[in-house]
T-cell receptor, first 111, second 114 residues
Framework: AQTVTQSQPEMSVQEAETVTLSCTYD???????LFWYKQPPSRQMILVIR??????QNATENRFSVNFQKAAKSFSLKISDSQLGDAAMYFC????????FGGGTRLMVKP | GAGVSQSPSNKVTEKGKDVELRCDPI?????LYWYRQRLGQGLEFLIY????????KSGLPSDRFSAERTGESVSTLTIQRTQQEDSAVYLC????????????FGPGTRLTVT
């Protein structure tokens, strides 16, 4: 069975600074997808970024980028120029039809 | 267009009662998923439906849990003889297809079993 681990229960970043959230996963598959989802206090899950495992190039979406290391089974999320609206729970997820989620990292942004 | 909707948004029930939770996916999405999120935790997969194929029920925690989907539209998750450990937020999501497509989530149903 696949497992996803987020080793940082909480992280804090100063507004306009950069922060990196860690995620590791375990799988015997070679073809899969990885996601980062954001869950603000409203409880609504919002897609942040998506990575296809067969692509070596790291995905980027505006201020959000990933460092995907397939051999190490690592998938970290970097948030640049942090904004107050980035404060939320962030979940890393592995996709082989259904999503397997990590336990989440609570990100706090200090003004 | 409209997103994924779920009803009710909150449900309080007594231990031992049955509850039914509803999900309306985005029109045209063939895949529909149910997840459970306990307080302060990540989401746990429960079940998914893909078109007319047999659902994947591998995440259902016990035989008290069941789900149905009518074609490619509405789904209901039923929990029989509710227990206090069933208290959680139940989230529904839909996607265009299985396998790597973005899952769009509903706002969830918060279930409290007293």
């Amino acid at each position: 069975a696949q497992t996803v681990t987020q080793s940082q229960p909480e992280m804090s970043v100063q507004e306009a600074e950069t922060v990196t959230l860690s995620c590791t996963y375990d799988t015997s598959e070679s073809d899969y997808y990885l996601f980062w989802y954001k869950q603000p206090p409203s409880r609504q899950m919002i897609l942040v970024i998506r990575q296809e495992a067969y692509k070596q190039q790291n995905a980027t979406e505006n201020r959000f980028s990933v460092n995907f290391q397939k051999a190490a089974k690592s998938f970290s999320l970097k948030i640049s120029d942090s904004q107050l609206g980035d404060a939320a729970m962030y979940f890393c997820a592995y996709d082989r039809n259904m999503l397997t989620f990590g336990g989440g990292t609570r990100l706090m942004v200090k003004p | 267009g409209a997103g994924v909707s779920q009803s009710p948004s909150n449900k309080v029930t007594e231990k031992g009662k049955d509850v039914e939770l509803r999900c309306d996916p985005i029109s045209g999405h063939t895949a529909l998923y149910w997840y459970r999120q306990r307080l302060g935790q990540g989401l746990e997969f429960l079940i998914y439906f893909q078109g007319n194929s047999a659902p994947d029920k591998s995440g259902l925690p016990s035989d008290r849990f069941s789900a149905e989907r009518t074609g490619e539209s509405v789904s209901t998750l039923t929990i029989q003889r509710t227990q206090q450990e069933d208290s959680a937020v139940y989230l529904c999501a839909s996607s265009l297809k299985l396998g790597g497509y973005e899952q769009y989530f509903g706002p969830g149903t918060r279930l409290t079993v007293t």
